[in-house]
């Protein structure tokens, strides 16, 4: 047996706080008290986790942290987390799960910009929408996501899936503006609308269209490939997902690639 | 008026007699005193068992500037791990050393008085950024600071030249810009060089036309030299030379010497300047070359530029170059700029690799240097930070300076050709600790007439570190046991204590002010900023440098070589 830890914010937050420490398998083997007296920066200031959290402690079968209450103000949730599992009751802020290696979070609301960023592993999804920047490079950073599965239950912003390199990232609503820009590898499936410039700069990497077919751009091209060994292997990878994802398999896409303007071997499938 | 005693330390001041030998320093008001021994003092540390020397002074380091909020805006992804107050103080724990390659203004401060600095000087500011690099050296904690302002390469001494103006009119014209730009010094990056890549040259050796303005590196380096000796400014010429970093640049460092014409020079980051055309990949150590000139011209000094291994960015005024290096750029990125049409600016990351031929031959030629040249006041110990390496290796770098079995185990890690020829393994010399201070402390201030720094006489600035006498010299420079500037005690074991704000050094040449009118024709038609706007009072600087006070650093014209 393990110990889940519950923490539940006592206040709103004035002020963004990081709480990119705070991960299940460093809590799993700490008592209360020890937990408690975690820094953690608010503002400028240091506070311990006792002083804007009620926690406690039960026992669960796996190692878990669930944290309670309004935390959009709470950043970088699960950054570089390893394994266990992760859950937030409502909506959190940015940065979840950057850089996660392992285990699984789930955000039950909405979560603010930057969430997977350069995630290589683990599972990260999210109940309600994201903000820009999901599936993307954090700043400055030369890579985006690099592994695992993000999975979007709402909508997500502008430039879902920048440089992403590889893994899976399914977005059940719609996306903004330059999805999948500059992208190098992975997958991204899409079941809503998107909005300007589509996959802009992209390199490689596969885009498929469940839902609303995009415009095709002047730098993609049609290629007329015989896919349907691999569409076969993509619509069986992509079915878990759910609607419209789990249909796939009996909808013959047509397939282009692009970007011409930055090597052309990206692709979009766009099923009939 | 309290009086702090610094009792029975070794105090290593080799700018004055009887270095090494343990007494007691006694300090008031931000000064060094002489006290009787059974004078009383209202604090007394005991020093039993630990060098006391000056605080260090780095003469060469990109501290403040465009170039360096460039880097920083490059590479955030190297600031990532170190901003946390926790980080600010962790020291010198297991910090991943790119955190120090481009460091915010805070930690800039923090760990160079974590290491016994004092002070730092920033060697490229263009007149145009002067503000911007007084207000952001301003913002760099405990450390006194000055900068280099940059002529050699603007539109406005090029064409003078070209014309044929009077030596009088480009004398005003540098001593004006000393003065508005309350600099410390002059510094000349690639000479013409800069302005000559916008004109599509991609090279420019030292008695190369330029192509529009007919000038030669060659006459930009005597005029310049001439120029600051005439006026009177202590810190010669400071010269980063032409053709950095290609194979067979000491023909151009010869060349650049000669050019000066026993005029007074500062060579910097002389290790990129140093290499040969030998050996089958015709790249070699040029350093004995290098070292009998500088053995031989009394008149140059240089600091080394050394490289250390590891991450870091190459950030540099000199555009030609960096083109021609960005290719090498790790990561893949990199940013070129042009400055006010008067300057220009390259911004590369790199990774120096132990394993790559180019990479360890620059770290040995670097070492060459500093254990060939006989004269240790001529030699400044730099890493032309973040070029070669961030500040933060100093410790080790002296280390391998001072130890010889360290080195030569450090040798046998690196690319076995040059592990197996290079002169390095053959040199026996280990510096002394005499050695190690007047590279670091008091040949810098000798070199850039801080009368009051870099060592310990009476009436000298208490700019103090201590350090205890245990373990190898990297962890002894590391981590002293005290820091104090100006008196006040800033580090202690390793944390910060207290963060006063350091002074502003800078030069005030006298010259000839009816140049004023001949500069504001220039800058109504060609400049962006009103001419009555470019100068910096000594009001502004106090405010813009928080205050931390203003030093002028006396001139002593009529041509004192």
């Known amino acids: 047996m393990s110990q889940a830890c519950h923490l539940r914010l006592k206040h709103a937050l004035p002020v963004g706080v990081d709480a990119s420490t705070l991960l299940p398998e460093r809590l799993a083997t700490l008592s209360i008290d020890e937990i408690a007296r975690l820094p953690l920066e608010l503002g400028r200031d240091l506070v311990a986790v006792g002083d804007l959290f009620d926690i406690s402690l039960r026992e669960a079968d796996g190692v878990e942290l669930r944290f309670e209450g309004d935390c959009r103000k709470l950043h970088g949730v699960g950054r570089a987390m390893g394994e266990g599992r992760l859950v937030v009751d409502g909506p959190v802020g940015d940065q979840v799960g950057v850089e996660m290696r392992g285990g699984e979070i789930q955000v039950c609301g909405d979560a603010g910009d930057l969430a997977g960023g350069a995630m290589a592993g683990g599972r990260l999804e999210i109940g309600g929408s994201v903000g820009d920047f999901a599936a993307s490079t954090l700043p400055g950073a030369m890579d985006g996501m690099r592994g695992g599965v993000l999975i979007v239950r709402g909508d997500a912003g502008d430039r879902f899936g920048d440089r992403m390199r590889r893994g899976v990232a399914v977005v059940h609503g719609r996306t903004g503006d330059f999805l999948a820009s500059r992208m190098v590898a992975g997958t991204i499936a899409l079941a809503g609308e998107t909005g300007e410039h589509p996959g802009h700069g992209m390199r490689r990497g596969t885009l498929v269209f469940a839902g609303a077919q995009p415009r095709v751009p002047d730098t993609f091209s049609a290629t007329h490939h015989d896919t349907r060994v691999f569409w076969a292997l993509m619509a069986r990878s992509l079915a878990p997902f759910g609607a419209p994802f789990d249909g796939l398999a009996a909808r013959c896409p047509a397939r282009v690639v692009g970007d011409l303007g930055a090597d052309g071997k990206g692709e979009w499938m766009l099923p009939a | 008026m309290k009086t702090l005693r610094l009792r029975g330390g070794r105090v290593v001041d080799p700018a004055n007699p009887g270095s090494g030998t343990i007494r007691d320093i006694g300090v008031r008001d931000g000064r060094i005193v002489d006290l009787h021994p059974d004078a009383p003092a209202d604090e007394v540390i005991d020093c039993g068992g630990c060098l006391v020397m000056a605080g260090g002074i780095d003469l060469h380091t990109h501290i403040g500037g465009g170039k360096v909020n460039l880097a920083r805006l490059l590479l955030p992804e190297l600031q990532r791990d ?26 800039t401060g923090y760990r160079y008085a974590q290491m016994g600095y004092t002070s730092a000087f920033e060697p490229a500011m263009v007149p145009a950024n002067a503000r911007h690099a007084h207000m952001e050296m301003g913002d760099v904690p405990i450390l006194d600071h000055g900068a280099y302002v940059m002529l050699g390469s603007d539109e406005l001494l090029l064409r003078w030249m070209a014309e044929g103006k009077p030596f009088e009119q480009i004398r005003d014209y540098i001593g004006w810009t000393l003065n508005a730009t309350k600099a410390l010094g002059l510094k000349v990056v690639n000479p013409g060089g800069i302005s000559a890549f916008k004109f599509n040259q991609r090279k420019l050796d030292v008695d190369e036309h330029h192509s529009h303005w007919r000038v030669t590196p060659r006459d930009i380096l005597h005029t310049l030299a001439r120029g600051l000796t005439e006026l009177g400014v202590p810190h010669p010429l400071h010269i980063h030379g032409s053709n950095l970093g290609i194979p067979g640049n000491i023909e151009s460092t ?4 000669d050019a000066l014409e026993g005029l007074r020079a500062h060579l910097t980051h002389i290790q990129f300047h140093s290499y040969g055309t030998e050996g089958p990949k015709k790249f070699s150590s040029a350093a004995l070359q290098l070292v009998e000139a500088v053995n031989r011209h009394p008149n140059i000094s240089i600091d080394v530029g050394q490289i250390m291994f590891g991450q870091t960015v190459t950030a540099s005024g000199d555009t030609m170059r960096q083109l021609a290096n960005a ?34 031959l620059q770290w040995a030629i670097g070492l060459e240097i500093f254990l060939l040249v006989k004269d240790p006041w001529r030699v400044v110990l730099t890493t032309d930070h973040p070029n070669g390496g961030p500040f933060t290796s100093y410790p080790h770098l002296i280390r391998l300076l001072m130890d010889r079995d360290f080195r030569n185990e450090q040798l046998a890690r690196i690319h076995p050709d040059v592990a197996a020829n290079s002169a390095l393994k053959d040199i026996t010399r280990e510096l002394t600790l005499d050695e190690i201070a007047i590279m670091t402390r008091a040949g810098p201030a000798r070199l850039l007439g801080l009368a009051d720094r870099g060592h310990l006489a009476a009436g000298a600035a208490a700019d103090i570190a201590v350090y205890r006498e245990a373990g190898d010299p990297e962890s002894m420079f590391t981590t002293p046991e005290h820091v104090f500037k100006d008196g006040v005690r800033v580090a202690y074991k390793g944390r910060i204590t207290a963060s006063p704000v350091g002074g502003t050094h800078f030069v005030e040449p006298a010259f000839d002010r009816g140049i004023e009118k001949h500069l504001k024709a220039h800058h109504d038609v060609h400049g962006s900023v009103r001419f009555e706007h470019l100068a910096i009072s000594h009001d502004e600087l106090c405010e813009c440098s928080r205050c931390g006070g203003t030093h002028v650093v006396a001139c002593e014209p009529g041509g004192a070589v």
């Open chain 2, 82 to 107: 170190c901003c946390t107050p926790d980080a600010a103080q962790a020291w010198p724990e297991a910090l991943d050393p790119a955190a120090h390659v481009v460091p915010g203004t805070l930690l």
């Open chain 2, 254 to 257: 010869l060349a650049t010497i």
């Open chain 2, 327 to 360: 290719h090498h750029a790790s990561p893949r990125k990199w940013v070129g700029a042009d400055i006010e049409c008067d300057a220009g600016c390259g911004v590369v990351p790199f990774r120096y690799k132990e394993q790559s031929y180019v990479n360890a």
